[in-house]
């Protein structure tokens, strides 16, 4: 037994990921936790190995610290603690994170993890923990507690349903839920929307990603996020690292058209981002690229063969929020890529994610005909001093 492996029981071990081979222990542990559920898509194993390296911009802010649980000598479960600094900065020094929680359906195991966090965050001064984040709200979050018979679309979650149970067992106690809608994409705009579109039309213009110009538009998108979600609940801002990041995936997998911006009198003032549902490849693939992984997705993608997409980026200044003029940019941001998506062979699109207590983006989903059906939530827990 080495310095680093600490048995929590004399059947269960939790080892600090230190290493290159626990690493590799750490990101193959959802394949032992999904075994036998169908609707988990593998991620990829070598975006995984990026996502946790020290390239990932994140770690700019953030510091983390990740374990695996080993049970007779098989990792059964994982999990990380994490510390973002921007976070912290708005939200108050004693705050922290857990995340990339995965475990077998062991009570004893996912006490072993949290402790094992909770003791991590706490030698650092946190007493409020909340998560999971992986790593951070502008990446997956949450854990899926309703929507367990459909598979996750492209960069969300999938859980199996104990582990909110598990959870509640070791005294975190719910604190956001975060709602994924559908809807078909040839739905009707309600007359009320086509109104108000028609009302600002002289104002309201709307373009496609301008390819030539990627990194100042890119640059726009970023701004108008940051804007729109400052006042939301747990918002952090994208750096111009993370979002660049960000932009580097959209611009290998997507057309132009699947990122539409709206300018009110010629300034950018809305935008939406719509991605192809790449885990209708990815779940074909079981975590490898090779031998023919990147040519099957990219082909997938080109050639129209992926009927579902997600919309998982929209934002609306907050000089427009709660006025008909804002109304009207929602409604036409949302319109654009389902045309695009049409002409596309797209079929369906998961709105997510979504504020449960936003009324008012919720209200505009329940006009068009989506449909809730995917719940996820956020669990907190204060430490005792």
């Known amino acids: 037994m080495t310095k680093h492996d600490k048995p929590v029981t004399s059947r269960v071990t939790v080892r600090p990921v230190m290493s290159y081979r626990d690493m590799s222990n750490f990101i193959e542990v959802p394949w032992q936790v999904y075994a036998n559920d169908p609707m988990w898509v593998p991620p ?15 770690f ?31 939200y108050g020094k004693d705050s922290g994170h857990f995340g ?3 475990c ?24 409020r923990i909340s998560g999971p ?16 018979d459909t598979p996750p679309v492209v960069m969300m979650p999938h859980s199996p349903p104990w582990y909110g149970h598990l959870l509640e067992q070791q005294g975190y106690l719910p604190i956001k839920d975060l709602l994924a809608y559908k809807v078909n994409v040839d739905f009707e705009i309600p ?14 213009k709307m373009r496609t990603l301008q390819r030539r110009q990627f990194a100042q538009e890119m640059e726009i998108l970023r701004d108008i996020f940051n804007d729109a979600w400052s006042g939301n609940w747990g918002f952090i801002p994208f750096t111009q690292e993370e979002f ?22 010629g300034k950018p003032a809305a935008f939406m981002v719509g991605l192809p549902n790449l885990n209708e490849v990815l779940i074909e693939l079981n975590g490898s690229l090779l031998p023919f992984g990147w040519f099957k997705l990219i082909q997938s993608i ?28 929602a409604c036409l941001v949302i319109d654009a890529p389902r045309q695009v998506g049409l002409k596309r062979g797209i079929r369906e699109v998961e709105m997510s994610w979504i504020l449960e207590d936003n009324m008012a983006m919720r209200s505009i989903l329940d006009k068009i005909g989506s449909k809730l059906y995917k719940r996820y939530r956020i669990y907190g827990k204060t430490l005792e001093q």
């Open 244 to 265: 660049a990041e960000l932009g580097t995936s959209l611009r290998l997998l997507l057309p132009d058209e699947y990122i539409q911006i709206a300018e009110v009198d």
């Open 191 to 204: 007359q009320v929307m086509q109104m108000l579109i028609k009302r600002f039309s002289t104002k309201i």
């Open 133 to 148: 984040f992986n790593l951070s709200i502008n990446q997956e979050c949450g854990i899926l507690v309703d929507g367990f």
């Open 302 to 329: 080109r050639n129209n063969r992926v009927r579902t997409g997600r919309i998982p980026l929209m934002g609306v200044r907050k000089q427009f929020h709660n006025t008909p003029i804002g109304l009207a940019l």
């Open 44 to 58: 990829l194993r070598l975006e995984r190995r990026f996502h946790f390296s020290r390239f990932n911009p994140y």
């Open 100 to 102: 990339l929680l995965e």
């Open 60 to 90: 700019k802010h953030g510091e983390w610290q990740a374990w695996v649980a080993y049970q007779n000598g098989r990792p059964v479960g994982r999990i990380s603690a994490q510390i973002d600094s921007l976070h912290q900065e708005r």
């Open 104 to 127: 077998i359906d062991d009570a004893e195991i996912c006490a072993a993890l949290m402790l094992r966090a909770e003791a991590w965050l706490a030698s650092r001064q946190v007493r």
